[in-house]
């Protein structure tokens, strides 16, 4: 239920108007390479379908607790019966759709230079990662620096593979994201210029 977000279609919320020109890319070293995320909560599908698997997973949960306090049912024979399946239908649903409810969805990009492999990865329920997608770092066909329509000292730094498909890796000031753009560029081995080019995700951040 997670669906791995477009960057061209992104909401601000976590960075305000005023701090966003100044902050600076999340990125965390490992001994297996280094990850990055987004300063900006994305608000998209994924945030939607959490809050009605949360919905419905608690339903499911009072239901399984419910049914056995239905003053009409006797707790002996196919009542009994059919209690237990229905309550235990309702536990493996609840189970099932808390899963995805309690599970994160800030999407995080871990630039794996041991194997040479670029992932997108969340937080599982128990705190375990789940991964959304490998490509090889051999796929990668550039890294850019993608300023706002808006506000030109705030961008993302994107990576477009071969496939055409775009992955945004971090955002922050502009003049904070080159470094990051020239570190996963080398590690793909792409050459880069030193310019941001426009941006071309819509929403807030878009003219």
């Known amino acids: 239920m997670t669906a791995t977000p477009d960057p061209c ?11 966003k020109s100044f902050s600076r890319p999340q990125v965390s070293e490992v001994y ?16 939607l379908a959490r809050g ?13 607790a419910a049914v056995w306090i239905m003053p009409a049912m ?18 493996v649903i609840g189970a099932f759709t808390g899963r995805h409810a309690f ?23 128990t705190g375990g990662e789940i991964t959304l997608s490998r490509h090889g770092l051999d796929t990668v066909k550039s890294v850019d620096v993608v300023a706002s329509k808006m506000d030109g000292s705030f961008g993302q730094v994107q990576v477009t593979l071969n496939s055409g498909l ?8 502009v003049a904070t994201l080159f470094s990051l753009r020239d570190r996963l560029a080398h590690d793909c081995g792409i050459m880069q ?7 071309v995700w819509t929403g807030p951040l878009a003219a």
């Open 166 to 173: 775009v992955l945004a890796v971090a955002d922050g000031a």
């Open 32 to 47: 297996w390479g280094y990850e990055a995320s987004l300063n900006e909560q994305i608000v998209d599908l994924s945030i």
């Open 103 to 125: 599970r994160g969805t800030r999407i995080r990009v871990q630039i794996d230079t041991n194997v040479g492999e670029l992932r997108q990865v969340i937080t599982g329920a």
């Open 52 to 64: 009605a698997a949360t919905i419905l997973s608690i339903a499911a949960f009072i239901a399984a």
């Open 193 to 199: 210029g030193t310019a941001a080019r426009p941006a």
């Open 9 to 19: 279609h992104f909401v601000e919320s976590a960075v305000s108007p005023q701090s």
């Open 74 to 91: 006797t707790f002996t024979g196919s009542a009994f019966l059919a209690k237990l399946l229905i309550s235990l239908g309702a536990l």
